[in-house]
């Protein structure tokens, strides 16, 4: 079965750098598309960035365009965003999240999401 | 703010039907697939519907999807206290060059 796994949530101060890493199993990663998606607390879904099967293109908001990159190692079927410059409102949880099938930008497999905290 | 633009609430009692509106514009919803996500509380998204109008796997067919123009609408007939949640419709926004979701409605069961 599918698994997305987030991992590197935590408290940052503003300014400050995390890594986030989602960890992908139960399908051929090298093959789909992936987002990453937040929720501020209390508030809406917000898409974050979209990565290429293969890396080839990478898309953004412009709330964090400059200074979020979306990555991948399709070896160790791992997805990556490095946070740079966070700010008090990058405050969230972040999900990872799979591309569908149907070239539609949707996505059909989410994870539980990891909370990140910018505060000081 | 949002380009996708949702109702912030709809009620309807058990067994009726509610319909949900998501309003865009010719860089969205007027020229890209539309999706469709149920968001219960605490929870991760699930998507319920695909390309404008259609139902992924295990997805009950009380949920439906249409869009006309620059607008489209989830309805939800028969409506289950299971139903309470959070909808939030999508869609890849050509002058933004990234996917955009609805500002969100809230769904309550009376």
């Known amino acids: 079965q599918v698994q997305l796994v987030e991992s590197g949530g935590g408290v940052v101060q503003p300014g400050g750098s995390l890594r986030l890493s989602c960890a992908a199993s139960?399908?051929?990663?090298?093959?789909?598309?992936m987002h990453w998606v937040r929720q501020a607390p209390g508030k809406g879904l917000e898409w974050v960035a979209f990565?290429?099967?293969?890396?080839?293109?990478?898309y953004y908001a412009d709330s964090v365009k400059g200074r979020f990159t979306i990555s991948r190692d399709n070896s160790k079927n791992t997805l990556y965003l490095q946070m740079n410059s966070l700010r008090a409102e990058d405050t969230a949880v972040y999900y990872c999240a799979k591309d569908t099938d149907y070239g539609d930008y949707g996505s059909d497999y989410w994870g539980q999401g990891t909370l990140v905290t910018v505060s000081s | 703010q949002s380009v996708l633009t949702q109702p912030p609430s709809v009620s309807e009692a058990p067994r009726q039907r509610v319909t949900i509106s998501c309003s865009g514009s010719s860089s969205n919803i007027g020229n890209n697939a539309v999706n469709w996500y149920q968001q219960l509380p605490g929870k991760a998204p699930k998507l319920l519907i695909y390309y404008d109008d259609l139902l992924p796997s295990g997805v009950s067919d009380r949920f439906s999807g249409s869009k006309s123009g620059t607008s489209a609408s989830l309805a939800i007939s028969g409506l289950q206290s299971e139903d309470e949640a959070d909808y939030y419709c999508a869609a890849w926004d050509d002058s933004l060059n990234g996917y955009v979701f609805g500002t969100g409605t809230k769904v309550t069961v009376l």
């Open positions: 139960g399908f051929t990663f090298s093959s789909y598309g």
């Open positions: 990565i290429r099967y293969d890396g080839s293109n990478k």
